[in-house]
C-alpha cells in the first residue's frame, strides 16, 4: 500500500499547492509561520496546527477548521466568516477586528483570546470556553455580536464593554465577572444566568429576557 502523500511543509509549499487548486490540507503543522495575506477560504485544514503563526488578514472564510489549533497566533482583521471551527484551539490567540460573521466556535477553547473589534454578527460560540477573552470595542470598530449564540458559554471575568449584544442568546452562559457596563443587551435572552455576579453598569437591557 503507498505511503500517504505529505501535506505542504514550508510556506512556499503551501501556496504552491493552492496555486494549483487544492483545497484539502488536514493535519497540517506550520506554527510560526509568517502568513500575512494568505487565503485558505474553503480549506479543508481540520486538525492542523497554526501555534503562534503570523496571519494578519488572512482569508479562511468558510474553511473547515475544527480541532485546529492557534494558540497564541496573531490574526488581526482576518475574515473567519462562516468557517466551521468546532472544538479548536485559540489560547492567547489575537482576532482583534477580525471578520467572524456566522462562524462556528462552539465547544472551541478561547481562554484569554483577543476580540476587540471583531465583526461578529450571527455568530456561534454554544458552550465555547471564553475565560478572561476581550470583546471590548476597538479604538475605530464597534464589537459587533448581535444575534450570536453565547449559550452554555463560560464568559467568566470576559471584557464586554460598549459590546453590540442586540438579540444575542446568552441562555445559560456563565457570567461571572463578566464586565457589560454600557453594553447594548436589547433583545438578548439571559434567561439562565446569574447577573448578580457581573457589572451591567449603563448597559442597555431594554426587551431582554431574564429569569
Given at each position: 500500500m503507498a505511503a500517504p502523500i505529505p501535506g505542504p511543509q514550508t510556506l512556499e509549499e503551501l501556496r504552491a499547492a493552492l496555486g494549483a487548486g487544492q483545497r484539502?490540507?488536514?493535519?497540517?503543522?506550520?506554527?510560526?509561520?509568517d502568513g500575512v495575506d494568505l487565503d485558505l477560504s474553503d480549506c479543508d485544514l481540520r486538525g492542523s496546527s497554526f501555534k503562534e503563526a503570523r496571519l494578519g488578514r488572512a482569508r479562511f472564510r468558510g474553511a473547515q477548521l475544527e480541532g485546529c489549533c492557534f494558540q497564541q497566533a496573531l490574526l488581526w482583521g482576518a475574515d473567519l466568516s462562516t468557517a466551521q471551527a468546532r472544538h479548536s484551539f485559540?489560547?492567547?490567540?489575537?482576532?482583534?477586528?477580525?471578520?467572524?460573521?456566522?462562524?462556528?466556535?462552539?465547544?472551541?477553547?478561547?481562554?484569554?483570546c483577543c476580540l476587540r473589534g471583531v465583526v461578529a454578527a450571527g455568530s456561534h460560540w454554544r458552550q465555547a470556553r471564553l475565560v478572561e477573552a476581550d470583546f471590548r470595542s476597538g479604538l475605530d470598530q464597534?464589537?459587533?455580536?448581535?444575534?450570536?449564540?453565547?449559550?452554555?458559554a463560560d464568559l467568566s471575568f470576559a471584557l464586554l464593554q460598549g459590546a453590540q449584544l442586540h438579540g444575542a442568546d446568552l441562555r445559560g452562559a456563565c457570567l461571572y465577572g463578566t464586565?457589560?457596563?454600557n453594553a447594548d443587551l436589547?433583545?438578548?435572552?439571559?434567561?439562565?444566568?446569574d447577573l448578580g455576579d457581573c457589572n451591567l453598569g449603563d448597559a442597555n437591557l431594554d426587551g431582554a429576557r431574564q429569569a
Open positions: 484539502h490540507f488536514p493535519g497540517l503543522r506550520l506554527g510560526d509561520l485559540w489560547h492567547e490567540a489575537d482576532l482583534t477586528g477580525s471578520r467572524l460573521q456566522g462562524v462556528e466556535f462552539s465547544g472551541a477553547l478561547l481562554h484569554r464597534l464589537t459587533d455580536l448581535g444575534g450570536a449564540d453565547f449559550q452554555g464586565d457589560l457596563r436589547r433583545e438578548a435572552d439571559l434567561r439562565g444566568c
